[in-house]
């Protein structure tokens, strides 16, 4: 086999695949939950884990010839567990919403009670969404984002926990600016008699770096996908307290899922190995404080950013209070002409419904990751404060554009 195989075999495919490396070179990346990865989780990926079927955990599968991937896969096994100091690790989920899942069906009997925080208010649609399998299965409560801090109450959610009595508390969000308090949540939990899912998709990478409170001591089930500011492959991953370890292990095999995606497994050996090393704190104070700068800058441009500011990767603009009252998505495909990707994201107190939306989400993971700082945020901030005001105007779009790609040619991909 030739290694330019799929140009030859596969046009359509090959060149979306180049218009969209071209894309990635070209824009300026700030939706929070994306990340580049590196050249090395690439390759595992791509590689030729793909062909082996391996049903069953390391050195007790359900097929022959696992003992390669039985080594891929304790490798990735003992790195998550020294990264996040976990008891038990599940590397096999395919993604965050097949791990909550599994978490579910382990922890939880259909007609059982969750007290989760909305979509909506910047949760996922895992918690107990109602169009989402956990919203069908499972009765859902939800505590609320203070209107005037732009926090999570925690106070509602003891209350609720008091009156309501559920099973299973979820925490954890993806389109929440603020640190998060796991302790405070599990005692809320446990003082209540139920179970905590810690969902950390969003901010595993801060929390594997010391950069964030971990969960992991306090709450019976963390989960994660590997592939936002962990920068991994896409997937999941769940942790949990030793004594749910055969349960997690039945619920996600055989209990949700069949054969495990061994190549994306790889790529999360590698991303975790990556993790370890001391660039990646580094790394992640730097997404932390371009978010903060970033933040700081629409502030001053005259942007209402929800809670004041952020304490991590990510920050909500509030589009109401800026003349013109634009909507998120009006907002998202403006910058879109301007080479800056966002996504319009609903805000505390939304008016509008979810595919309008009155706010943008912006994050700095994969900006960060191509080398650019503080000077490039305050940069991309007066662009976008340009395109938004521009009124759709061609000739302001087009000269942001093009400074908008000129940042991206001095932080070049290297793919
Ligand atoms: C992204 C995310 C998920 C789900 O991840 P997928 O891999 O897209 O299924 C789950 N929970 C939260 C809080 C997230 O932000």
Redesign the pocket.
């Known amino acids: 086999m030739e290694s330019n195989n799929l140009e030859r075999c596969d046009a359509g495919v090959f060149e979306a695949i180049a218009r969209e490396r071209a894309r990635q070179e070209e824009h300026i990346e700030l939706i929070a939950?994306e990340n580049f990865v590196s050249k090395a989780v690439l390759e595992a990926v791509g590689s030729v884990l793909t062909n082996k079927y391996a049903e069953g955990y390391p050195w007790k599968r359900y097929y022959g010839g696992c003992e390669n991937v039985d080594t891929v896969e304790q490798l990735a096994i003992d790195r998550a567990k020294q990264l996040f100091g976990a008891e038990h690790v599940n590397v096999q989920p395919h993604?965050?919403?097949?791990?909550?899942f599994a978490v579910y069906a382990c922890a939880l009997n259909p007609g059982d009670k969750i007290l989760t925080l909305s979509l909506q208010n910047g949760?996922?649609l895992?918690?107990g969404h109602p169009k989402n399998i956990s919203g069908m299965l499972y009765g859902v409560s939800h505590y609320d984002i203070h209107a005037k801090t732009g926090r999570i109450d925690y106070d509602q959610m003891a209350l609720i926990a008091k009156a309501e009595r559920p099973k299973l508390v979820t925490i954890?969000?993806?389109a929440y600016p603020r640190a998060i308090d796991f302790k405070l949540v599990a005692e809320i939990a446990h003082t209540n008699g139920a179970l905590v899912l810690a969902?950390i998709?969003?901010i595993a990478g801060l929390i594997a770096t010391g950069l964030h409170q971990s969960p992991v001591p306090h709450c019976e089930f963390v989960?994660t996908?590997t592939?936002?500011t962990l920068r991994g492959p896409?997937?999941?991953m769940i942790m949990c307290k030793k004594e749910y370890a055969r349960a997690i292990d039945s619920a996600i095999f055989p209990g949700t899922q069949g054969g495990p995606l061994m190549h994306a497994i790889a790529g999360k050996a590698v991303c975790f190995s990556e993790a370890l090393k001391p660039e990646f704190v580094e790394y992640q104070r730097r997404v932390v404080a371009n978010a903060s700068a970033l933040a700081g800058q629409m502030a001053a441009n005259g942007y209402h950013v929800v809670s004041g500011g952020t304490d991590n990767h990510l920050m909500l603009i509030d589009l109401r209070t800026v003349r013109g009252n634009m909507s998120g998505n009006d907002a998202q495909v403006l910058l879109e002409r301007a080479n800056i990707t966002v996504n319009k994201n609903t805000v505390p107190n939304e008016t509008r419904p979810p595919f309008q939306a009155s706010g943008l989400r912006l994050g700095t993971p994969a900006v960060t990751t191509r080398g650019m700082g503080v000077e490039e945020m305050l940069q991309i901030a007066d662009l976008i404060t340009a395109v938004l005001k521009s009124a759709g105007d061609e000739g302001v779009i087009a000269a942001a554009r093009h400074r908008a790609v000129e940042i991206c040619h001095k932080f070049p991909l290297h793919y």
């Open positions: 939950s993604s965050g919403s097949q791990a909550n949760g996922h895992t918690h954890g969000a993806s969902d998709a969003h989960t996908t592939h936002k896409r997937g999941g």
